[in-house]
């Protein structure tokens, strides 16, 4: 079996409508049957596998006796940002739009989810359409008005401004979470949160209790590029739920898989890249080991013209169109990432092996049944388990999400 077809998935459905982080019915979704094995739009039914895939993101022969879930995921209207959130808008609300998931409120992913086990490992072949691969995540360029280094915008003003990553995130119970059996990751989710301060979004996911805990996957193209995993963390109660500064998202416990390139020069508190690699074009990413064998420079000043000083030599972006907004080709990453656990540690051990097909994402994606971490969730055989999940297309955090689906296990 080569490459699942999105086009020509096609059964009729309609989303449910729920509080929270949903207010409106989703679109509707045509799937057209393939043969005996049928399909669902809500129950992925996870088969026992004689053989398991090979686990390398292509899709082998197994995947075609097993029944796909289908659906969309649509990005809903989330409330209000309330304040400016990018820092280049200098706090001015005018500049940003006003719901938390415009400018992408009303899109909508097909997608096709499939699973199998082998009595020790769940397996899931993730695919959805995206005619681009989205690795262009905040780069770094250069203003010539002001003559600073900028960042390109997390969170887009309007269509043209989308420079980030493409992402999915599921989310599964611990135990029985009041709520969740029946919504998902909508009773995560609380919106119009109070007394935003600078960078906090008004919209977060925290548990309604305390001691209540769900399991959140949360892949990121670029950031997980070398650890090839998802980011894999959890959801708890906050004390100080209701108010934006409430985040319950947390980490597993493992290696950081990546972090910041930014450097402030202390003498002119000016901010540009960390790192740069002089004379290379349309990179999203500086691994460590490059920081390690001396491929990326470390940047030691930025002067109040904008050139950039390193430990070699300089660069000079006046004039420069390679360094522009948008689209210059020598723009800087934003990130700098490495292997992490590389799948043998709590935060990278649910591992993803990913392609681009240039009109989708077909992902692999492997964990044990049962980590034995408290922080995970458990997969048992001959059960269910309610979960849902979130496509990001190029976005931060506008995503389109499909919940009030289920897993149900084979013996």
């Known amino acids: 079996m080569r490459n699942f077809n999105l086009s020509v998935v096609l059964m009729l459905v309609s989303l449910m409508s729920f509080m929270n982080c949903t207010h409106d019915d989703a679109p509707e979704l045509v799937a057209e049957c393939e043969d005996e094995i049928g399909e669902s739009t809500d129950e992925l039914l996870v088969q026992r596998f004689t053989t398991a895939p090979v686990f390398d993101g292509l899709i082998d022969d197994v995947w075609a006796d097993t029944r796909p879930l289908v659906n969309r995921a649509t990005v809903l209207a989330a409330g209000d940002r309330i304040i400016a959130l990018n820092p280049e808008s200098d706090g001015d609300t005018s500049i940003e739009p006003i719901d938390l998931m415009d400018p992408y409120t009303g899109e909508s992913y097909e997608y096709s989810l499939r699973g199998g086990h082998d009595g020790e ?109 998802v980011d894999d963390g959890y959801v708890q109660y906050e004390e100080d739920e209701g108010f934006a500064s409430a985040n319950g998202r947390k980490a597993d416990e493992g290696l950081a898989i990546y972090s910041g390139n930014k450097f402030v020069d202390p003498a002119t508190d000016l901010a540009g890249p960390k790192y740069v690699i002089p004379g290379r074009e349309n990179y999203y990413w500086i ?67 990913a392609v681009h097909t240039g009109s989708g994402w077909q992902l692999e994606i492997k964990r044990k049944l049962n980590t034995g971490d408290p922080n995970d969730a458990v997969f048992t055989l001959g059960e269910e388990i309610p979960f849902a999940l979130a496509i990001f297309n190029n976005a931060a955090i506008g995503h389109g999400q499909s919940s009030f689906l289920k897993m149900k296990f084979e013996n």
């Open 287 to 353: 691994a460590q080991s490059e920081i390690d064998n001396g491929t990326a420079k470390a940047v030691t000043g930025v002067a109040a013209d904008g050139v950039l000083t390193y430990d070699g030599g300089t660069i000079d972006p006046t004039g420069d169109p390679d360094y522009s907004q948008g689209f210059g080709n020598k723009r800087m990453p934003s990130v700098i990432i490495n292997p992490g656990g590389a799948g043998n540690d709590g935060r990278s051990e649910t591992q993803v092996r």
């Open 121 to 229: 490992y769940l397996y899931l072949l993730f695919e959805w359409q995206d005619d681009n691969d989205s690795q262009d995540r905040q780069s770094w360029y250069f203003d010539p008005v002001t003559s600073k280094w900028r960042g390109e915008n997390k969170y887009a003003n309007h269509e043209n401004d989308k420079f980030y990553e493409d992402k999915f995130g599921m989310m599964f119970p611990i135990g029985n979470p009041e709520g969740f059996a029946g919504g998902t990751c909508t009773v995560t989710c609380h919106t119009n949160l109070q007394d935003p301060q600078p960078g906090q979004k008004t919209s977060r996911h925290y548990m309604m209790n305390p001691n209540e805990l769900t399991d959140l996957w949360h892949w990121k193209r670029v950031r997980n590029a070398l650890s090839q995993s």
